[in-house]
């Protein structure tokens, strides 16, 4: 055994020019890789759960005098150990580097080798001035043919990640959740919520972090997607099982501005005889953002609305955002508590929107009490137990990063991990009262979210037939960064017209898509608006205009209908799929490489997804298309749902794609309920 290189158990420590470096088996088939310079390295909790230890309870290491050898299950990890006198320097040098592989003994990836004279390093831990943290760069060469998936949702319609870059940070629409799944078989998270970039490039792989106290990465291998998948909700938590509330649909507008009215909503729903299970009081149902309260004069009875809803069987979700008003109830007890973010330069408001506001501190445990606490208090004991968490970035009126301050450090340092710390707050506080069917909804995660209940919207998309088909693949990237529960606002939430004959075909293809999302749910913000003042002329923020199903004519309200009720047809198969996501992992809405990683082309197909294992969706994304062709992967038969046509898989198929249909297809005779549905064959609840 070589002096600078240890082993306790299965534990592997290497010390060398002033660097720690610390590889262990970390659950099935599974390491964690962490290093530091000048001190020991951190049992830092972000997003991993403590594994355990029966999972790899079958991990070997061997030492040799030029390094070793780790196996835990289905990854072997070489550790190299070199040393040589470095002429420029004047002293001796020395390094441990790193390479990947499966079980076959095929190289899944590597350190970035030193390249000789370029003297590289693979681990680069640069000192920031005047800060205890390091600028960080991880780099390592990986297969340049290999296809990657998931990292979380960027707007962006773009499937193969391999030649992408990304920001390692979350604004409106963007949720940075650095995990990556990749075709040679295996996953990688990199387990730092600091603000960095991720560059998959075909000549090398690097991973930044703008400031942090150690290198910190998790590695799983699997022959399938769905092995990872299953690994990497081991390690990093499992959705809850998705309560019977989030498999119907959902009804939500900018924004029902009284009791009254969105109580209407759901009569109304009854006397059509259509299926609602949430209906939403969105954002400024409050006094002051941060009073976390109904206020009075427009909501003068909430426990009598919840209870009347219950009679419809509907559930009431209120809208909780995480700014502060300086004009609040509370600002002064949370600024006196230091419970708030905080601004390390220029003035201390971090957004402004219908006023001044900062953002409460969630990475703060007393902050999350204190807002578990206040909604209990002002929902819960009305019967609330469904949360609209929105600007869970937060969305920073200035996304300066490196200008906030956090209880768990700089912003630069710890940002990423703001939308889990939120989901956090309520999830934990839900649970403690002896809620045991939570979901809530968010606009942003991070990696461990999905076991806090966290059901993530795509944010606020503007209404084109562009951010349609940008949504189909974050769903996609966000199921593989295991994220199962997600969902768009139906129609896009910017600048949809609803009188617009235009409007109105996007608005029923995005309808039919949502049918078969995880979750279904209409929103936006729709012209024309309407103006809101209070009883003595004061104004209050405006509503959109009409955003329900029977809102745009008789026509689209025809195809909408159906489909609604295709969502209860679809009910005891959904329950099924996010059974498998709570208890296994597997993504609701998935690629088709999820369950057919050995067809290439299912790979490549950014334009069908697949919802749970046997629904294959071809959504319509194009203005005017009333056929499109359809994918059918390999190893499977194909039954069209519109025509019941049988298709083998392999093939590509051309089909009628009328506006009140959208091409389906089911595997291998899964669902036969569902044939004739989609086009009207069989009438809407039969």
């Known amino acids: 055994m070589t002096p600078d290189l240890t082993a306790d158990g299965a534990r592997l420590t290497w010390r060398g020019g002033g660097e720690t470096l610390v590889v262990e088996p970390w659950g099935r088939d599974s390491v964690r890789v962490r290093a530091t310079v000048m001190g020991d390295v951190e049992d830092a909790d972000w997003a991993l759960l403590p594994p355990d230890p029966a999972a790899h309870a079958g991990a070997t290491v061997e030492v040799r005098d030029d390094g070793a050898t780790l196996v835990n299950g289905a990854l072997r990890v070489e550790l190299t150990t070199s040393s040589w006198f470095h002429e420029p320097v004047g002293y001796e040098v020395s390094r441990c580097e790193l390479a990947f592989y499966d079980a076959d003994g095929r190289l899944l990836f590597r350190e970035l080798g030193r390249g000789g004279s370029l003297d590289l390093r693979a681990r680069h831990l640069r000192p920031r001035p005047g800060d205890d943290g390091h600028v960080l760069t991880a780099s390592f060469e990986a297969d340049p043919h290999e296809r990657l998936a998931g990292m979380g949702q960027y707007q962006q319609h773009v499937l193969d990640l391999k030649g992408s870059t990304f920001e390692l940070a979350h604004r409106n629409s963007q949720a940075s959740v650095p995990f990556v799944v990749s075709s040679a078989g295996y996953g990688f998270l990199w387990h730092d919520p600091a603000i960095g970039r991720a560059t998959f490039a075909r000549n090398r792989t690097e991973w930044h972090a703008e400031s942090t106290r150690q290198l910190d990465y998790w590695v799983t291998a699997g022959a399938t997607p769905s092995q990872i998948a299953r690994n990497y909700a081991d390690a ?380 294959l969706v071809a959504p319509v994304i194009t203005a005017g298309a009333r056929e499109r062709e359809v994918y059918l992967p390999t190893g499977a038969r194909w039954t069209d749902a519109a025509t019941g046509t049988v298709h083998d898989g392999g093939a590509t198929v051309r089909v009628d794609a009328p506006l009140d249909v959208v091409p389906v297809f089911l595997r291998d005779g899964a669902l036969p309920e569902v044939v004739g549905r989609t086009t009207g064959r069989v009438a809407p609840g039969a």
């Open 236 to 615: 990093t938590g499992h959705a809850p099982m998705m309560p019977e509330r989030g498999l119907g649909f959902w009804q939500c507008k900018l924004r029902y501005w009284n009791q009254e009215q969105l109580l209407e909503v759901a009569r109304e729903h009854q006397r059509r005889g259509l299926p609602l299970d949430v209906i939403v009081a969105d954002f400024f149902h409050w006094p002051h953002m941060g009073d976390y309260r109904f206020e009075d004069e427009f909501w003068p009875d909430p426990a009598a609305m919840v209870d009347e809803l219950r009679e419809l069987g509907v559930e009431l979700m209120v809208s909780v955002w995480p700014q502060v008003s300086l004009e609040s109830e509370n600002f002064a007890h949370l600024r006196r508590n230091n419970l708030l973010v905080r601004s390390d330069r220029g003035v201390d408001v971090q957004m402004s929107f219908e006023g001044p506001s900062v953002f409460l501190d969630v990475t703060n445990p007393e902050a999350r009490t204190w807002l578990a606490d206040t909604l209990a208090r002002n929902y819960g004991a009305h019967g609330v137990r469904t949360y609209w968490l929105d600007e869970a970035e937060p969305e920073f009126g200035v996304y300066d990063h490196d200008a906030y301050r956090t209880h768990l450090g700089p912003y630069q340092r710890v940002g990423n991990v703001y939308p889990q710390a939120f989901a956090r707050a309520v999830f934990e506080g839900q649970t403690a009262a002896g809620e045991q069917e939570v979901v809530n909804l968010l606009r942003c995660a991070w990696a461990g979210s999905q076991r806090y209940g966290a059901l993530v919207w795509s944010g606020d998309i503007s209404s084109t037939w562009e951010d349609l088909a940008r949504q189909i693949t974050a769903g996609i990237h966000m199921g593989v960064a295991g994220i199962p529960w997600f969902t768009t606002d139906i129609g896009g939430f910017h600048a949809g017209d609803g009188a617009d004959p235009a409007f109105h075909e996007l608005l029923v293809r995005w309808f039919q898509v949502g049918a078969f999302s995880p979750v279904m749910r209409l929103h936006g913000d729709r012209l024309p608006y309407e103006e809101v003042t209070a009883a003595d002329g004061s104004r209050r923020l405006r509503s959109g205009g009409p955003n329900e199903l029977w809102s745009f004519g008789d026509d689209v309200y025809r195809v909408l209908e159906r489909y609604v009720h295709l969502r209860e047809t679809l009910r005891p198969y959904l329950r099924e799929v996010m059974r498998a996501a709570h208890t296994d992992g597997q993504p609701v809405m998935r690629g088709l490489f999820h369950d057919f990683p050995d067809d290439p082309r299912a790979w490549d197909v950014d334009d069908q997804y697949l919802l749970g294992p046997d629904v």
